[in-house]
């Protein structure tokens, strides 16, 4: 086990106070998952300030902190003193662990939209295989075939070094991971090292947090500067970019790494051609060295026609066939809340879809143009305490497409939910074509209900923005709320 003088090796600037020889056998940046043993990690977050838990962790088992301001701490507790606790968290946690994240092979997926279907793709590739892959992301951690709750699309230090290790415990080969622009910005990835690093695309979001675009493009760019950074544990790294993506470019010009583009306008390394789209089904052609592949899979939509791509080069840097990969793909099926079909025998479709950007709702929503005979009827909003500039750009978007507008909530969090739907039909009111309408229903459920009460044959309803959340996360409370059950509460009233 490591003592406090084993970790205070890797943490550059640190003074110690009180026993350097106490033994540490769990690090913790939470309070209320401090034992005996404990590290405890004093982060100044956006509500509140870890120090102030010093007093409860210790009362809880920790035996040494780290710490970055002025504490009274009881005799026989180590303090560590550091001027950021947030750059020490990166230097020793991956050390505590004994760096899994460089133990695996690790596939680090980044871009506004599509990360969690792709990672979920390259997974079921190389479970095919036969290798024993760990996925982590938006829906949940996988290690083999069990799952883990997760509350970040990447976990903040602590916990990823944590499920890396168990990963690496369980005898994971393959860890494939959503590396979120916030992991980027924040380092939350310090100490793994990629070996594959892909680039889904790049669209408006979480502006709130990165303030502007090119911050937020530059925090998708670190992925590739750190697979292209040389190191003393790997090789075969590769980097796998969307070169149709305005943005692929100048993701490529940070990248050094051997490298797959792909797209399907004719300049990738990888090329999808004669695209066919189905509600259910896609089919295209995937042309890679001069050789064509004919690809069916059993799930819909253009955009997944990329996220094949984009798992088809990570693939290939496993070394994994062309003709397996192709085999693995045809009986994919869809990732929850993915383009989620909700069927209980009526004559009209219902999507549940994860759609909450602007470019998410407008793919989701050509699919459902191209498989609607009627009309499209969409229900969505947009969650609270998120980028608010993209609101009325999402309801100009669901205007243009859909033939019935339903603006709800989402998860309104600490806002105002009645702000939030008004702002969302401002954008609203500005794309309605001649004969569609919209109406503000903001209680979602009615809004799912109302949705599927005036559906007629031939229709489509598209239910966006929670995919998979089986939960609403309102002022004071979180309930439990699955777009899924609503709908199929509702078909079942009709
Ligand atoms: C803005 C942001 O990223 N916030 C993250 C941050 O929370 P925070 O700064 O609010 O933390 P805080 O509540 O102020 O607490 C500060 C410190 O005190 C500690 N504390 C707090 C209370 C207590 O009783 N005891 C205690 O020790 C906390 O554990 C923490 O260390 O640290 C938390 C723990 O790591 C994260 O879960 C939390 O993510 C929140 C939930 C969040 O919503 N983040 C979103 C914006 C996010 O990160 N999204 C990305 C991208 C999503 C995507 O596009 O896919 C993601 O990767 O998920
Ligand atoms: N390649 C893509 N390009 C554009 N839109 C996509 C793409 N893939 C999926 N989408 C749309 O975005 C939604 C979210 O997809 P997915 O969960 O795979 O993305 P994500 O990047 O993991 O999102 P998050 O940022 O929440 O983690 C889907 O439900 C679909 O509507
Ligand atoms: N990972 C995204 C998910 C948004 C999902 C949507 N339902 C919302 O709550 O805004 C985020 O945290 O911005
Ligand atoms: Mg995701």
Redesign the pocket.
Same mark, same amino acid.
């Given at each position: 086990m490591k003592t406090v003088q084993d970790i205070i090796q890797v943490i550059k600037g640190v003074t110690v106070t009180g026993p350097a020889d106490v033994a540490v056998s769990h690090i913790t940046a939470d309070s209320r998952e401090v034992k005996a043993g404990s590290l405890f990690i004093c982060l100044t977050g956006a509500h509140v300030n870890g120090h102030d838990y010093i007093e409860k962790a210790i009362a809880g088992g920790a035996v040494a902190v780290l710490v970055s301001q002025p504490v009274t701490v009881p005799a026989g507790i180590a303090v560590l003193t550091v001027a950021d606790t947030r750059v020490a968290m990166q230097q020793c946690v991956p050390f505590f662990y004994d760096y899994p994240g460089c133990k695996m092979r690790m596939i680090g997926v980044t871009? @506004? $939209?599509?990360?969690?279907?792709?990672t979920h793709i390259i997974g079921h590739i190389l479970r095919a295989q036969g290798h024993k892959v760990g996925i982590i992301?938006?829906v949940h951690v996988m290690i083999g075939d069990k799952t883990y709750p997760i509350h970040n699309?990447t976990p903040d230090v602590v916990d990823l070094q944590h499920i890396l290790a168990n990963m690496v415990a369980e005898g994971v080969t393959h860890c494939i991971m959503?590396v979120?622009s916030h992991a980027l910005a924040l380092g939350r990835v310090a100490g793994v090292e990629y070996d594959t690093a892909v680039f @889904? $695309?790049l669209?408006q979001?979480h502006l709130d947090f990165h303030k502007t675009f090119e911050n937020y493009l530059a925090a998708k760019c670190k992925l590739f500067e750190q697979v292209s950074a040389p190191n003393q544990h790997k090789s075969n790294k590769g980097a796998v970019i969307n070169i149709d993506d305005p943005y692929g470019h100048r993701v490529e010009a940070n990248n050094s790494a051997p490298l797959i583009t792909y797209g399907t306008k004719g300049v990738g390394t990888l090329e999808g051609e004669n695209l066919t789209i189905t509600s259910k089904t896609s089919a295209y052609d995937v042309v890679y060295k001069g050789n064509t592949y004919p690809i069916h899979m059993r799930i819909t939509?253009l955009?997944?026609v990329?996220?094949t791509l984009a798992a088809i080069g990570a693939c290939l840097f496993e070394g994994v066939s062309m003709e397996a990969i192709i085999k693995a793909l045809s009986d994919f099926t869809a990732?929850p809340?993915?383009?989620e079909l909700i069927e209980e025998g009526q004559p009209f479709a219902v999507v549940v879809?994860?759609?909450?950007?602007p470019?998410?709702?407008e793919?989701?929503l050509e699919t459902a143009q191209k498989i609607v005979e009627n009309k499209i009827l969409v229900v969505f909003g947009c969650g609270g305490d998120r980028d608010a500039t993209k609101r009325p750009i999402m309801g100009r978007i669901a205007a243009q497409y859909g033939d019935k507008i339903f603006v709800t909530s989402d998860n309104p969090r600490t806002e105002d939910p009645n702000q939030i739907v008004a702002q969302v039909a401002e954008g609203v009111k500005e794309g309605l074509r001649t004969n569609s309408s919209y109406e503000v229903i903001v209680d979602r459920r009615t809004a799912i209900h109302a949705a599927i009460q005036q559906a007629a044959p031939g229709d489509v309803v598209i239910i966006?923005g929670k995919?998979h959340e089986d939960y609403q996360i309102l002022k004071d409370k979180t309930i439990h709320f699955d777009d899924r059950e609503v709908a199929r509460e509702a078909l079942k009233e009709r």
């Amino acid at each position: 086990m490591k003592t406090v003088q084993d970790i205070i090796q890797v943490i550059k600037g640190v003074t110690v106070t009180g026993p350097a020889d106490v033994a540490v056998s769990h690090i913790t940046a939470d309070s209320r998952e401090v034992k005996a043993g404990s590290l405890f990690i004093c982060l100044t977050g956006a509500h509140v300030n870890g120090h102030d838990y010093i007093e409860k962790a210790i009362a809880g088992g920790a035996v040494a902190v780290l710490v970055s301001q002025p504490v009274t701490v009881p005799a026989g507790i180590a303090v560590l003193t550091v001027a950021d606790t947030r750059v020490a968290m990166q230097q020793c946690v991956p050390f505590f662990y004994d760096y899994p994240g460089c133990k695996m092979r690790m596939i680090g997926v980044t871009g @506004t $939209n599509g990360k969690t279907t792709t990672t979920h793709i390259i997974g079921h590739i190389l479970r095919a295989q036969g290798h024993k892959v760990g996925i982590i992301g938006t829906v949940h951690v996988m290690i083999g075939d069990k799952t883990y709750p997760i509350h970040n699309t990447t976990p903040d230090v602590v916990d990823l070094q944590h499920i890396l290790a168990n990963m690496v415990a369980e005898g994971v080969t393959h860890c494939i991971m959503e590396v979120s622009s916030h992991a980027l910005a924040l380092g939350r990835v310090a100490g793994v090292e990629y070996d594959t690093a892909v680039f @889904t $695309n790049l669209t408006q979001d979480h502006l709130d947090f990165h303030k502007t675009f090119e911050n937020y493009l530059a925090a998708k760019c670190k992925l590739f500067e750190q697979v292209s950074a040389p190191n003393q544990h790997k090789s075969n790294k590769g980097a796998v970019i969307n070169i149709d993506d305005p943005y692929g470019h100048r993701v490529e010009a940070n990248n050094s790494a051997p490298l797959i583009t792909y797209g399907t306008k004719g300049v990738g390394t990888l090329e999808g051609e004669n695209l066919t789209i189905t509600s259910k089904t896609s089919a295209y052609d995937v042309v890679y060295k001069g050789n064509t592949y004919p690809i069916h899979m059993r799930i819909t939509g253009l955009f997944n026609v990329y996220n094949t791509l984009a798992a088809i080069g990570a693939c290939l840097f496993e070394g994994v066939s062309m003709e397996a990969i192709i085999k693995a793909l045809s009986d994919f099926t869809a990732v929850p809340g993915r383009f989620e079909l909700i069927e209980e025998g009526q004559p009209f479709a219902v999507v549940v879809d994860y759609a909450h950007t602007p470019d998410g709702l407008e793919n989701i929503l050509e699919t459902a143009q191209k498989i609607v005979e009627n009309k499209i009827l969409v229900v969505f909003g947009c969650g609270g305490d998120r980028d608010a500039t993209k609101r009325p750009i999402m309801g100009r978007i669901a205007a243009q497409y859909g033939d019935k507008i339903f603006v709800t909530s989402d998860n309104p969090r600490t806002e105002d939910p009645n702000q939030i739907v008004a702002q969302v039909a401002e954008g609203v009111k500005e794309g309605l074509r001649t004969n569609s309408s919209y109406e503000v229903i903001v209680d979602r459920r009615t809004a799912i209900h109302a949705a599927i009460q005036q559906a007629a044959p031939g229709d489509v309803v598209i239910i966006a923005g929670k995919g998979h959340e089986d939960y609403q996360i309102l002022k004071d409370k979180t309930i439990h709320f699955d777009d899924r059950e609503v709908a199929r509460e509702a078909l079942k009233e009709r």
